[in-house]
């Protein structure tokens, strides 16, 4: 029944107008509005629907992943437009706030629902250990 769906994901958030700002303006992504919900264009076709939820509370876990050729530029780029990296008690992350000791380096943000996002390493060639 679903081999020839197309599936997506989908995440609440408390206010579409400044959720599509940042995911627009701050991220720099295509965003586009139908129905009062938007639909976030990610590279190779990947649509992510953000809908309004009035009682919306963040979820405990990372929402959205972007996988990035340098973390350490991606996140000084995101700095640059004003994001905020979370710093977690559990994970040992550097002045930026990243963490690097397990797995591919990452540095969690929020976006202005609270809702947990990431830049991480991309694996690749030029990473390959």
Same mark, same amino acid.
């Given at each position: 029944?679903?081999?020839?769906?197309?599936?997506?994901?989908?995440? /609440?958030?408390?206010?579409?107008?400044?959720?599509?700002?940042?995911?627009?303006?701050?991220? *720099?992504?295509?965003?586009?509005?139908?129905?009062?919900?938007?639909?976030? %264009?990610?590279? *190779?076709?990947?649509?992510?629907? @953000?809908?309004?939820?009035p009682? %919306?509370?963040?979820? *405990?876990?990372? @929402?959205?992943?972007?996988?990035?050729?340098? @973390?350490?530029?991606?996140v000084?780029?995101?700095?640059?437009?004003?994001?905020?990296?979370?710093?977690?008690?559990?994970?040992?992350?550097?002045?930026?706030?990243?963490?690097?000791? /397990? *797995?591919?380096?990452?540095a969690?943000?929020?976006?202005?629902?609270?809702? @947990?996002?990431?830049?991480?390493?991309? /694996?690749?060639?030029?990473?390959?250990?």
């Amino acid at each position: 029944m679903f081999t020839n769906t197309k599936a997506f994901s989908g995440f /609440a958030v408390d206010d579409i107008e400044r959720a599509k700002d940042f995911y627009h303006r701050t991220l *720099g992504l295509r965003v586009t509005e139908e129905f009062g919900l938007l639909t976030l %264009h990610i590279a *190779g076709g990947t649509e992510i629907l @953000v809908y309004s939820k009035p009682d %919306h509370t963040p979820a *405990g876990f990372t @929402v959205l992943n972007f996988p990035v050729e340098d @973390v350490e530029r991606a996140v000084d780029e995101l700095t640059s437009r004003g994001v905020r990296f979370e710093r977690y008690e559990q994970f040992e992350q550097d002045e930026k706030g990243i963490f690097r000791e /397990a *797995g591919p380096p990452i540095a969690w943000f929020t976006d202005p629902a609270g809702n @947990v996002l990431s830049v991480l390493q991309a /694996a690749g060639p030029h990473n390959a250990p």
